[in-house]
């Protein structure tokens, strides 16, 4: 009896920890009631199952990130999965008929409309002034525009396929609102100053032309998925860069950066010495407000972690050739680009909206 009641004392005091662990810490909450939604969706149509199975394997890497202590590479993902769980929260709550009927579906769409209506308008470049460190910035500048787009897109994806899933859009639009207001919460005073974003066109422009430089078969159809998430990217930093939200378009283009150098010709297998690389880069991440640099060297740092037995860590070693190398060079005055040829071709790579 005296065990079994130690026992119950000790399962008591850990319960407790994890409850004031999750009140301290607006992350851990968050992502403890994302479990909850996902844990308990019932549904058994097959758009919630594929949804749920996403938001499932998206929650493990977060979970990862926390438990490694990664908190930026955690809040990264968090703003993918927060529209696997917003979609699947609002599917539950809908009466069958704007699942199954366009006209109800349109009728829906058109009142969320009206409570979306601040969210859908172009966004200020002054959208995230004062939120510090500067990874919050560019996180939360990044998910500004993507309310917009899931919105507008909803609804003829709802007409062109089926009610639900155009209602999976939606769902996706009030997740990214809702992901925007969670990064302001999470603002506070950095150690240390952040260096000045500038106008990164000129270097999305040349990895643009990389990208299409690389977009050759065998690659081009070996690798296609990999080329469309690349250029999604891209795409993503310059209307980002175009609606002067800096702090976001810096962070997606290095994100491209790192999709895009495994798929260049003669792109080789990690270096064994990468561990030390990353080591011996990281001490110019000081004395700064360089969190989005320090965002890049997590990722490195996971990707590692997450491939030490194989020796495939391509991410890492994209970020230690390139991409921090870009992060930094992003932070100095930009150079001038030399003149080139005039493009006689466009290649539009298609990718529906961030999916």
């Not at 769409?109 to 004062?130: E, H």
């Not at 080329?227 to 990217?233: G, K």
Request: glycine share 6%; hydrophobic share 45%; no cysteine.
């Amino acid at each position: 009896m005296m065990r079994q009641r130690a026992w119950a004392a000790a399962l008591l005091a850990g319960a407790l920890v994890s409850r004031a662990s999750a009140a301290t810490d607006p992350m851990r909450a968050e992502v403890d009631g994302w479990t909850a939604i996902v844990r308990d969706d019932r549904a058994t149509d097959d758009l919630s199952k594929q949804v749920r199975d996403g938001a499932t394997a998206g929650l493990a890497h977060i979970e990862q990130a926390l438990k490694e202590g990664r908190r930026s590479l955690a809040l990264l993902r968090m703003s993918s999965v927060a529209n696997d769980v917003a979609a699947l929260r609002y599917l539950k709550e809908r009466p069958p008929q704007q699942r199954q009927d366009v006209a109800a579906f349109e009728v829906e769409w058109t009142r969320l409309g009206g409570v979306l209506a601040p969210g859908l308008k172009a966004p200020s470049p002054a959208a995230f002034d004062g939120v510090r460190p500067a990874v919050l910035r560019a996180i939360g500048e990044a998910s500004l525009p993507q309310a917009g787009v899931f919105y507008h897109a909803s609804v003829e994806y709802g007409r062109s396929t089926t009610p639900d899933s155009g209602l999976y859009y939606l769902g996706a639009a009030q997740g990214q609102r809702d992901f925007g207001a969670f990064v302001r919460t999470l603002a506070e005073a950095p150690a240390a100053p952040a260096p000045p974003v500038r106008d990164v066109s000129g270097e999305l422009e040349a990895l643009q032309d990389d990208l299409l430089a690389a977009y050759r078969p065998p690659a081009s159809v070996d690798r296609h998925r990999e080329f469309i998430v690349a250029n999604s990217t891209l795409k993503e930093a310059r209307e980002l860069q175009a609606l002067g939200l800096r702090h976001g378009a810096l962070l997606r283009y290095l994100q491209a950066a790192v999709r895009v150098a495994p798929l260049r010709a003669g792109a080789t297998a990690p270096d064994v010495a990468l561990a030390d690389t990353l080591k011996a880069m990281a001490p110019r991440l000081d004395g700064a407000d360089h969190s989005i640099g320090r965002l890049l060297l997590e990722w490195a740092q996971a990707d590692l972690a997450e491939h030490a037995a194989d020796g495939q860590a391509l991410i890492a070693a994209a970020i230690a050739s390139d991409a921090l190398p870009r992060y930094f060079a992003a932070l100095e005055p930009e150079r001038p680009r030399p003149d080139g040829p005039r493009p006689s071709v466009t290649v539009t790579l298609v990718r529906w909206p961030y999916t």
